[in-house]
Structures are given as C-alpha cells and as structure tokens.
C-alpha cells in the first residue's frame, strides 16, 4: 500500500512537471449579436474558432422566431451544433408577451402612470393576475420555439422604460417588479422544461437589488453594467463616466449577490458591442478594443464568484467584417476567458 501511494505522489509530480493547466475558471464564454449579424456570418464557426462557447440572439421575440424557422436560422443552429457551440436567447420581451392590443380590452392589465392613467407604452401592471397570466403563457409559446441549448432563458422588460405606478405596484422598485414577473414566468417554464432557469436583468434602472421579493428557484441574475466606462477598469471606483460611477455599479453587484447566487450568475457586458461604440447607427466604427480593460474586469468578477460571462456583439456583420477584417478583440476575449484562472489568495 505503500508503494502504490509513493507511485501515485510520483505520477502527480510528473503531470505537474509537464504542465498540466487548470481549467477555466470561466464556463460561459458568449457573445450575444443579432439576426442581421446572423443572416450574414456563420457565427457558429467563428464564436469555436475564437473560444466562445455560446453564442445569443437578439433583440425581439417575433423576429428572432421568424429568423430561426428560415433557411439561413436552421444554417445558423447547424453550425452551433456541429462546433460545440451553445444557443441561447436574450430579448426585450414585454411588449410581445403583453401584447399593446390588449389594452382596449382590459386596461388594468397595463402599468399605470405617475399621473394616474393607465397607459400601454411599457411593461405592465405587476399586480394584475390577467397580465401575468398573459405573460406567463406567452413566454412558453416562445419558449417551444426558441429553446435554449443550455436551458437558460431571458425574457427583459421593455428597455429601460417605466413601470407601474398603481397603489399596490408604487410600492416595489423596478427591480422588484421585474423579479415578480419572472417567477411567474419561471414556474410556467417550468412545466415544459423542470431545467428551465430564468435571468433577472440587473440594468439600467433595474440595477438596485430586489429586497420586497425573493426569486423562485431557477432564477438567476443577470448583471449589465451599462452606465460604466470601458476607457478604465470597472476597479477603477475613481471613475464616475456616463451617469453612474464604477463605484456605484460595484456596489450595486455586490448587493445583487447578496440575493442572488454567484456561481450561476452572469455578466452581460459591452467590451465588444460594436453598435454601442456606434452609436446604434451604421455604418458601424471599428471596435475600440481595450484588452487591458477587458482583462482587468474579468479578474474582478471572478474574485466576486461569478463563472458565466457574455458580451453584446450587435453589428459584427459581414459588412463590419468587411470594413474591419481584423478579428484579434474576439480572439483575445475567447483566449482571456479560456486561459483565465482565478489565484487562491
């Protein structure tokens, strides 16, 4: 017994000897572009040849469908599969889970302003079991045609719009509100698929963390630090750029994690959102790659726990692959998430 443990003690030394490398302390590795960058690139092979392992469509419910039964949508979940490479869909939702037609036949279902008229410009009223029950069936009915490879779902609110502001609404901030939407939704999904985990969107002004509601099981947060600046590392707390300091954003994660577990939580970030750099407006400008900003920020999130990150990716078409051939950013964002180990401290 002895000898045996004394050859076991050599066989590890060797692996060592020869560098056998730690896994990633990343699993999510995404990209998130939408059904033009699709329709025009073959994005399961790139997002493989540049190490990310998931790649998500964007932005609406109805023209991603419309995408994924066409010709070139069925080429696109080909390619995923024959590359290893996950399929998932982040989606402004509430205005197709709700519809705005609805209102005439039932306004209560809508939010309610701060002038106190229902109006159907955004989201809904949480407090209304017809809406959430609306909401809730239509989320399925999408979810059986755009299901996720990896069983995780998003389904936003309307983006960054108000929510409602009746006696009973008023009194949830907009992360809560959100938060109750998504239980229902994730209890309905549930039923057709019990590996069904649903994104909470911390965003915009949903940043705060929800305290009046607890998530349902299968619930996971979803962090976008939109109101941050990619010139400085988000460590940086000395930055107070486009609305909301670094600081600010770090403290609202932390909060966030406090509810919310780490190790199933994901970052969507922008380092490589072409169409935000843009201004959302083509003819798209080259990528102002920051790799030093990247590496740093994915350093922060892990020490914080945090396993799963994705990027928007909107405007990498073949037109902007055209302009600017050059694909080093989404090769050093595969390699600094593949090659990234968090040090034990």
């Known amino acids: 017994m002895k000898r045996l443990s004394l050859i076991v003690v050599a066989l590890c030394a060797a692996l060592a000897v020869v560098g056998c490398k730690p ?35 964007h932005m ?3 023209e991603v469908i419309e ?38 036949e039932d306004s209560t279902m809508f939010r309610m302003d701060e002038n106190g008229r229902r109006v159907a410009d955004a989201n809904c009223c949480v407090h209304s079991e017809r809406a959430l029950e609306t ?40 992360s809560e ?15 057709q698929d019990p590996e069904a985990q649903l994104a909470h969107l911390a965003y915009y002004n949903s940043l705060k963390a929800p305290r009046k509601v607890k998530p349902a099981e299968g619930i996971f947060l979803e962090f976008a630090p939109f109101l941050r600046s990619w010139e400085k590392p988000l460590a940086d707390l000395s930055v107070e750029d486009r609305g909301m300091s670094h600081a600010q954003n770090m ?8 509810v919310f577990p780490a190790e ?29 900003v990247f590496l740093s920020d994915i350093n922060t999130y892990a020490e914080l726990g945090i396993k799963n990150v994705t990027s928007f990716g909107v405007y990498m ?29």
């Open 264 to 292: 199933t939580a994901v970052v969507l970030e922008y380092w490589l959102d072409v169409s935000l750099f843009s201004g959302w407006k083509k003819p798209a400008v080259q990528l102002p790659w920051r790799r030093d």
């Open 177 to 191: 509100q959100a938060l109750i939407i998504e239980n229902r939704i994730i209890a309905a999904l549930r039923e």
């Open 251 to 258: 403290a609202h994660l932390k909060e966030n994690l406090e």
């Open 135 to 174: 909401i809730a069936e239509n989320a399925v009915k999408v979810a059986e045609i755009l299901r996720p490879t990896n069983h995780r779902y998003y389904f936003w609110l309307d983006d960054g719009k108000p929510v409602c502001q009746c006696e009973k609404c008023k009194e949830y901030t907009e």
């Open 60 to 62: 609406f419910p109805g």
């Open 23 to 57: 896994q990633s302390h990343y699993q999510m590795k995404g990209i998130i572009v939408n059904t033009q960058d699709l329709a025009t690139v073959d994005w399961g092979k790139l997002a493989a040849e540049n190490g990310i392992n998931t790649v998500g469509t």
């Open 67 to 104: 995408f994924i039964q066409s010709e070139k949508g069925q080429a696109f979940l080909a390619s995923c599969k024959e590359h290893g490479v996950d399929v998932e869909h982040q989606l402004h939702s509430m205005a197709e889970l709700l519809p705005r037609e609805l209102f005439s």
């Open 317 to 345: 078409d073949s037109a902007y692959f055209e302009a600017y051939p050059d694909t080093t950013p989404l090769k050093e964002y595969g390699e600094g998430l593949k090659n990234y180990v968090l040090e034990s401290k």
